[in-house]
T-cell receptor
Framework: GESVGLHLPTLSVQEGDNSIINCAYS??????FIWYKQESGKGPQFIID?????DKRQGQRVTVLLNKTVKHLSLQIAATQPGDSAVYFC?????????????FGKGTKLTVNP | ETGVTQSPTHLIKTRGQQVTLRCSSQ?????VSWYQQALGQGPQFIFQ???????GRGNFPPRFSGLQFPNYSSELNVNALELDDSALYLC????????????FGEGSRLTVL
């Protein structure tokens, strides 16, 4: 079964606020995690990734935090915009190298209110 | 646009039939992965091909099979279709098998009646 899960299925925020989407994983040997965004009718879109030798990584308006002690990661979106409305998935690689066995969680639906 | 194209976009089959889905990867990418996404769920990994060889497989029965061609395009074949095979099938390409930065197509929506 899946080892990646999300704490909340839906999240509603006001435009301009910061958003935090959480994800828990159960495989302590996992060392590579990726966040994807999926808009309605489209395929998932890569946002950011992080390997287990890091605890934080920043991109454009996004930050991923990894807490290996409690097996938790989060995606923070700064100054959330209406275009950020989508379903967000965390994924964990259970393979040996990179992407040969990505396991996705069920997703969190983010709604940004104007 | 990701540069990954899938065909057909929609199709309807009956139980027991066979289906072939096709994917053209982004130029320069040698790795293709296939996922099944049921409604309201996250994508589930089916298998990955790296330079024409299967490089990893998820928990799917052998009636799910694939191919990758020398130009790195790919096919997903499903035999003996079952009702539960109804889903969105996503293809993703990447520059290699070490990166989790996958470029997804928009998927093929399969309905099995």
């Amino acid at each position: 079964g899946e080892s990646v899960g999300l704490h909340l299925p839906t999240l509603s925020v006001q435009e301009g606020d910061n958003s935090i989407i959480n994800c828990a994983y159960s495989n302590s040997a996992s060392d590579y995690f990726i966040w994807y965004k999926q808009e309605s009718g489209k395929g998932p879109q890569f946002i950011i990734d992080i390997r287990s030798n890091m605890d934080k990584r920043q991109g454009q308006r996004v930050t991923v935090l990894l807490n290996k002690t409690v097996k938790h990661l989060s995606l923070q979106i700064a100054a959330t915009q209406p275009g950020d409305s989508a379903v967000y998935f965390c994924a964990e690689n259970l393979g040996v190298s990179g992407s040969e066995k990505l396991v996705f969680g069920k997703g969190t639906k983010l709604t940004v209110n104007p | 646009e990701t540069g990954v194209t899938q065909s057909p976009t929609h199709l309807i089959k009956t139980r027991g039939q066979q289906v072939t889905l096709r994917c053209s990867s982004q130029s320069g990418h040698n790795t293709v992965s296939w996922y099944q996404q049921a409604l309201g769920q996250g994508p589930q990994f089916i298998f990955q091909y790296y330079r024409e060889e299967e490089n990893g497989r998820g928990n799917f029965p052998p009636r799910f099979s694939g191919l990758q061609f020398p130009n790195y395009s790919s096919e997903l074949n499903v035999n003996a279709l079952e009702l539960d095979d109804s889903a969105l099938y996503l293809c993703a390409s990447s520059r290699d098998s070490y990166t989790g930065e996958l470029f997804f197509g928009e998927g093929s929506r399969l309905t099995v009646l």
